[in-house]
């Protein structure tokens, strides 16, 4: 960092295994694949080409090299891995991901049912060569999944060789655990976490307000994705309590009721001005 300050929680350090940060890439260019990287390549673990963005966009043997040069793990969204199991391609989308060196791959099932039996194979299958991560939810906000399903899968996955699982939330925050209003389903994680360590849950919050609340849930070192672009330094400051949201979440008890107190005492000064 660029100067000392007290009282900033201490952040792991890549290659890391938890406060893990996603950043989406939904169709950056080479110039803006470069200045991603010298602004925020040092905050940024993962880099998922959203949902099947890879299909069609230009240079990207040139972007994933780009990615990897400044120590990111790119990966192609469970999107596409859908497309190509729904087209019984499975062993052509394991090419791909050999052909562009990837280290990384998602499986998921929110766009279409495979039995969960079948993606547990998948998952070993693919975990053989290769780290996985795997998603749970789905992406129709019409489908609700119970809190021990969710659970059970999770679970299975990670059983069956998922380094991490994703819990739904898509880039528009609204489904999975999210409410269509973008809160939390803050029963439904509640349970989930007291069965699955949240260091093995990489949670989906494009949102604001969702990133505030898993910081403040599980501090600095909650693993975080789909997450824009220009929003990797203003989410590296939520963590840090450099943001007005989360200022006083890592600052010690007396200190934040000093300071409070400060404020309350020059409010009621004006009042009485």
């Known amino acids: 960092m660029n100067f000392d300050l007290t009282y900033?929680?201490?952040?792991?350090?890549?290659?890391?295994?938890?406060?893990?940060?996603?950043?989406?890439?939904?169709?950056?260019?080479?110039?803006?694949?470069?200045?991603?990287?010298?602004?925020?390549?040092?905050?940024?673990?993962?880099v998922k080409f959203?949902?099947?963005?890879?299909?069609?966009?230009?240079?990207?043997?040139?972007?994933i090299t780009?990615?990897?040069s400044a120590g990111i793990r790119p990966y192609f969204g469970g999107t596409l891995f859908e497309a190509f199991h729904a087209r019984g391609m499975f062993d052509d989308y394991r090419r791909t991901l050999d052909k562009y060196d990837l280290d990384?791959?998602?499986?998921?099932?929110?766009?279409?049912?495979?039995?969960?039996?079948?993606?547990?194979?998948?998952?070993?299958?693919?975990?053989?060569?290769?780290?996985?991560?795997?998603?749970?939810?789905?992406?129709?906000?019409?489908?609700?999944?119970?809190?021990?399903?969710?659970i059970k899968m999770m679970s299975s996955e990670l059983e069956a060789g998922s380094w991490k699982v994703i819990a739904e939330g898509r880039e528009s925050g609204t489904v999975g655990v999210f409410r269509p209003n973008g809160?939390?389903?803050?029963?439904?994680?509640?349970?989930?976490?007291?069965?699955v360590k949240p260091e093995d849950i990489l949670w989906e919050a494009p949102l604001k307000k969702q990133q505030v609340w898993f910081v403040r849930l599980f501090g600095a070192e909650v693993n975080l994705g789909n997450i824009a672009p220009n929003e990797?330094?203003?989410?590296?400051?939520?963590?840090?309590?450099?943001?007005?949201?989360?200022?006083?979440e890592f600052m010690p008890k007396d200190i934040e009721e000093r300071l409070k107190?400060?404020?309350?005492?020059?409010?009621?000064?004006?009042?009485?001005?």
Not at 183 to 190: E, K, R, S
Not at 261 to 273: I, R, T
């Open 183 to 195: 809160t939390a389903h803050t029963v439904l994680i509640n349970r989930i976490i007291a069965k």
């Open 261 to 273: 107190q400060v404020n309350a005492d020059g409010v009621e000064d004006d009042d009485e001005g």
């Open 8 to 46: 900033i929680p201490k952040r792991s350090v890549k290659p890391r295994n938890s406060g893990i940060t996603m950043m989406m890439d939904k169709g950056l260019s080479l110039r803006e694949t470069e200045n991603f990287i010298e602004a925020s390549g040092h905050l940024t673990d993962l």
């Open 66 to 68: 780009l990615y990897k």
């Open 50 to 63: 959203g949902f099947g963005t890879s299909y069609v966009t230009k240079n990207l043997e040139e972007k």
């Open 104 to 150: 990384l791959a998602e499986i998921s099932d929110g766009s279409i049912n495979i039995e969960h039996d079948e993606k547990c194979e998948l998952i070993r299958v693919l975990a053989k060569d290769r780290t996985v991560l795997s998603e749970v939810g789905s992406k129709d906000s019409g489908i609700l999944i119970s809190p021990a399903k969710w």
């Open 232 to 248: 990797m330094i203003p989410l590296e400051c939520l963590r840090l309590g450099l943001r007005g949201d989360t200022f006083f």
